[in-house]
């Protein structure tokens, strides 16, 4: 017995001598820090499948079920609960739908981070850790986080919640991304709008309100100004109620039918259903400012070269410059989207902004161009022309400046009409009209210059040391006719010479300048030859593309008689006198003219002032358009003081030179007028002036052009003069 109770006794100290031993060398588990770097490495990768795998079970089910026995079985607690509107839990499929939705929408293209500190808590670790979105379109988007940790027995697990995808997301949080539109600039001139942006309002039919269809119609179709039968199709055409009846534009929606629509059962306005592009003055104007319409899908990839999603990409359903000042400055008065992402909370109540890039509305353009006196040049237009068979332009600059202050293509049409959604049947009848309404004669019109280019072969010739101003012609004429001598054979009909009454002589260039000489000018022509003639008038602007904020046409100067296409004797007489196959643009041809008033310099031609923004309150220009000479030392200064006298002449009513009806009131007028046949068509000619204001001071000198396509008749013959008298005269 004392054996075994020492043997008991010698046990007992060996195992109490062991457990304390065995105490000292256990671990307490603690989180693994490690777990931080997995998982953000997985939403690093956009492995969401693997990132969701080292979530715990807290984050990912429901509470009101508990934690998974060993046999697998899931044992319900008490009684199903109501479901909540907004659950504390994630499913693996909604865990990589909201990472892949809120990825996408604001265009995460790398997760990057950084720990900045981390800290335990028994069973808990706290990783606080900088995370940054890079994106390709808001830049990079970065805040702090703070991830915990936990441990469920053994194995460390994310608690996750939506604070880790945004810190001030909770659970039934979301992120919007809500772009606000950029609104459109303006077009003005002299202060007042010429294009504008305006809110549409949708006139809608509710047809379970409607008790009698047919007499709903009728009432709506008068109040709307509409065709009864357009009403109909639209109550067939429509899929379902509302109708859409119409669209109309705050400046359009008059009092009365906002009171007609308001009284008649089942008719809705909806405010505020778009926005539509209007013109104040209608047609004034309209080929320069030009309109609007919708994008083709062909115009997408050029059109959006240089845009991002964040400065609102081109669709479809986008609207942009057609032709115009709307097309030239089209990226100027777009604008660019404003863009906000917003976190909202589970009732759609705004919580925080992750980022925000403010709306960059459109700038507005500011053009040259005198109101007052664009407004009299096409009045005068309209009142003088008549008929469907008679067409022209008129562009009025200041030729120092080469500023536009009128410029106007007759006839003209109504941008309201075509703009956007365009009134077929009023588009099908301009294109039927046989006078062009939709073609800008001013800069897309070639027209032979007739006469009017008889300053330049004048010029040329001078230039070129062929002949002076005392140069006198003395080759035989026989009834105004004369067969060029002297410079090969020349097989062609003889050249005719314009009948003048009263005719003075000698036949130098001052007399040939007064009454137009066709012979005069083909003689002085065929002196210089191809090479030196040509190569003058491509000096000074011909077959150049002519900058200008439009697009203006090329002028010509080629050869093509039947199907010959080389110069001859012939083709160089012409030229000298404006026929055969040289042409110009009127536009092109009015700056040209600039160089006599310009020390010999032709300016650049411009229309735009400048360019304004908002910012604020402040309403600035950020960008003035500066005079520019396009071709310096066009005219040698001695040859302006001697053919501007002679330009004189041509308008003063004290001789008897092709201009003497001008009559131009409160100054002295220099310039030239011109005629040339319209191809082989003898019925209908080009008939031109242009002419500018002399002996004024500086901030009164004006050069005006008019060129008409009228009929040869006499009752057509002075119309230039009555529509240019009008622009040119200076009353004071």
Known sequence: ?????????????????????????????????????????????????????MLAKSSTVSPAVTAEPEDGDVTSIGAPEEKQEVKEYVTGPEFAEKYQKIFSGIGVKSVSYEKLSEEADGRTLTVKYRTAYNTEELGVLEDEYEMTIVLEGEESRVKWTPALIFPTMTWGSTVRVTTVAAHRGDILASGELLAETVMLNAIVADTDKITDRASFISNIAAILDMDAAEVTKKFE???????????????????????????????????????????????????????????????????????????????????????????????????????????????GEYVSTIYRKPVEHGSDVHLTVDLKTQERAEEVLDLVLWGDNTAGAVVVMEPRSGEVKAIASYPTYDLNKIAISADHDYYSALLEQKNKPLQNRTTLGLYPPGSSIKSFTASAAMELG???????????????????????????????????????????????????????????????????????????????????????????????????????????????????QVTIAPLQLATMYCAFRNGGNIPVPRITDSLYRTNGTDYTPYQTFENKTWIEGAIQPYTITVLTPMMKNIMSKDYNGTGSRLRARGCTVAGKTGTAEIGSDKSREISWFVGFRTDVAEEDELLVLVMLEIPTTDEYKYLKFDIARELISLDK
């Not at 062991?18 to 770097?37: N, Q, V």
């Not at 004429?477 to 009909?493: C, H, L, Q, R, S």
Request: negative net charge.
């Open 1 to 53: 017995m004392r054996r075994l109770h020492k043997i008991i006794i010698s046990s007992i100290l060996v195992i109490a001598s062991i457990l304390p031993l065995a105490g000292c060398g256990r671990k307490t588990l603690a989180p693994d820090s490690g777990m931080f770097e997995k998982f953000m490495d997985a939403i690093s990768s956009f492995d969401y499948e693997k990132a969701y795998s």
């Open 237 to 347: 055409t429509a899929k379902q109620s509302p109708v859409l009846i119409a669209q109309i534009n705050d400046n359009e929606l008059t009092p009365d039918m906002h009171e007609g629509l308001d009284n008649l059962e089942g008719a809705r306005i909806i405010e505020n259903y778009g926005w539509d592009r209007h013109y104040p003055k209608g047609g004034l104007m309209a080929h320069t400012i030009g309109y609007v319409g919708y994008v083709e899908e062909s115009e997408l990839e050029a059109l959006n070269e240089g845009r991002t999603e964040t400065d609102g990409l081109y669709t479809t359903h986008s609207i942009v410059g057609r032709s115009g000042i709307e097309k030239a400055y089209e990226s100027v008065l777009r604008g660019k989207d404003g863009l906000s992402v917003t976190v909202r909370d589970a009732e």
């Open 466 to 580: 062929v002949a002076g101003s005392d140069y006198v012609f003395t080759g035989l004429i026989e009834d105004d006719y004369w067969t060029p001598k002297g410079f090969g054979a020349w097989v062609w009909p003889p050249i005719k010479r314009t009948k003048i009454s009263n005719r003075s002589v000698p036949l130098n260039m001052t007399n040939a300048m007064l009454h137009s000489d066709n012979i005069y000018f083909a003689n002085l022509a065929l002196m210089m030859g191809e090479e030196k003639f040509l190569g003058y008038l491509r000096g000074i602007g011909f077959e150049q593309s002519m900058p200008f904020e439009l697009s203006v046409a090329k002028s010509t100067l080629k050869v093509k008689y039947d199907t010959e296409e080389q110069w001859n004797l012939r083709s160089i007489a012409e030229t000298g006198y404006g026929q055969g």
